[in-house]
C-alpha cells in the first residue's frame, strides 16, 4: 500500500468535491428532464453539464481516450441493440443516468486512491493539475494575457461547480472583456471606427460598448443578445450592496462566453 502525501490528498479532495457538485447537478438535471423532456432551457441546462462532466473525465484520465473512465463516459451516450451493436436515439434522462453511473465510478476510485486509483502517488508529479493547460485560448493576441484567462476560465468552472454563482459570473465576464477587448485592439481603432465605433481609448469603453461595437464590426456576432443584466452590469457589482447571482444567471453566462471564444476562433 502506498502511503499518499499531502498533496496527493489535496488533489483527491478537490476532485471529490467536483464530482459530488457535478452529481448533484446531474440529479436535479435528471428530475427536471423527467417532468419537462422536452423543456429546451433544462436540455441546454444538460449539454453544459454533460461538458463539464467531460472535462474533469478527461483531467481524471490523463487526457487519454483509451483509459477506462474516459471510455466509459463515451459509452454513456451510446444506445446498444440486442446485438450489441451501437445505434442512435438514447433519451436524455438515460444519459444522465449513465453519467451519474460514471461519476460514481470516478468517486470510487477516488476513494480507493491508497491501492488502485484514476489518481496514483506515482502520478502525481504529473496530475491534471500540474499538466499544461488546454490551449482553450491561442486565438488571444496577447501572449501575456493567455495564461490569465486560462487560469481565469479554470477558476470560473471551479467556482460554478461549487454553486459560487457570483464568483463564477464576474469570472467569466471578465474573461469575455479581456478577449473582446484583446480583439478590438487587434482589429484596430481606426477600422472600429469607420463601422461607426466611439472615438476615444478602448481602454476607456464601457462593457457594455465594447461588445456592441465588436458586434457591430463583426468582429463576434449576436450570442451576447443571451447575457443576463446581471452580467452586463457585473463592473458595478464591486463595493455595492451584494446582487443575488442565480445559478441560471451563471451558467447562462458561461455559455455565452463559450460561444464568443467559438467567435473568436472558429477553428475550435
Known amino acids: 500500500m502506498i502511503a499518499m502525501d499531502d498533496s496527493l490528498r489535496a488533489q483527491i479532495e478537490n476532485y471529490l468535491s467536483r464530482?459530488?457538485?457535478l452529481s448533484r447537478r446531474g440529479r436535479q438535471l435528471r428530475d427536471a428532464l423527467a417532468a419537462a423532456p422536452s423543456n429546451a432551457s433544462v436540455i441546454a441546462d444538460t449539454r453544459a453539464w454533460q461538458e463539464d462532466c467531460g472535462v474533469t473525465i478527461n483531467q481524471l484520465s490523463g487526457g487519454s481516450k483509451a483509459h477506462w473512465l474516459a471510455r466509459a463516459f463515451s459509452h454513456g451516450f451510446l444506445m446498444r441493440s440486442t446485438d450489441g451493436r451501437a445505434v442512435e436515439g438514447v433519451a436524455p434522462a438515460e444519459i444522465v443516468?449513465?453519467?451519474l453511473d460514471v461519476l460514481e465510478q470516478a468517486v470510487a476510485s477516488l476513494s480507493g486512491a491508497e491501492d488502485d486509483a484514476v489518481i496514483s502517488a506515482s502520478s502525481s508529479s504529473s496530475s491534471s493539475s500540474e499538466q499544461p493547460a488546454p490551449r482553450r485560448f491561442e486565438f488571444v493576441h496577447n501572449a501575456e494575457l493567455r495564461s490569465?484567462?486560462?487560469?481565469?476560465?479554470?477558476?470560473?468552472r471551479r467556482a460554478l461547480e461549487q454553486s459560487e454563482f457570483d464568483l463564477a459570473l464576474r469570472t467569466s465576464c471578465g474573461i469575455l472583456e479581456a478577449i473582446v477587448t484583446d480583439a478590438l485592439e487587434h482589429k484596430g481603432l481606426s477600422a472600429l471606427i469607420a463601422s461607426g465605433s466611439p472615438t476615444g481609448k478602448i481602454a476607456d469603453w464601457s462593457f457594455e460598448?465594447?461588445?456592441t461595437v465588436a458586434e457591430r464590426a463583426g468582429v463576434i456576432r449576436g450570442g451576447c443578445a443571451r447575457l443576463p443584466a446581471v452580467a452586463r452590469a457585473y463592473r458595478d457589482h464591486d463595493g455595492a450592496p451584494k446582487v443575488e447571482v442565480s445559478e441560471r444567471d451563471a451558467r447562462t453566462t458561461g455559455q455565452v462566453l463559450k460561444v464568443v471564444?467559438?467567435?473568436l476562433d472558429p477553428g475550435r
Open 19 to 21: 464530482l459530488d457538485g
Open 97 to 99: 443516468t449513465r453519467l
Open 148 to 156: 490569465v484567462v486560462e487560469q481565469a476560465y479554470i477558476d470560473s
Open 209 to 211: 460598448t465594447r461588445l
Open 261 to 263: 471564444m467559438r467567435d
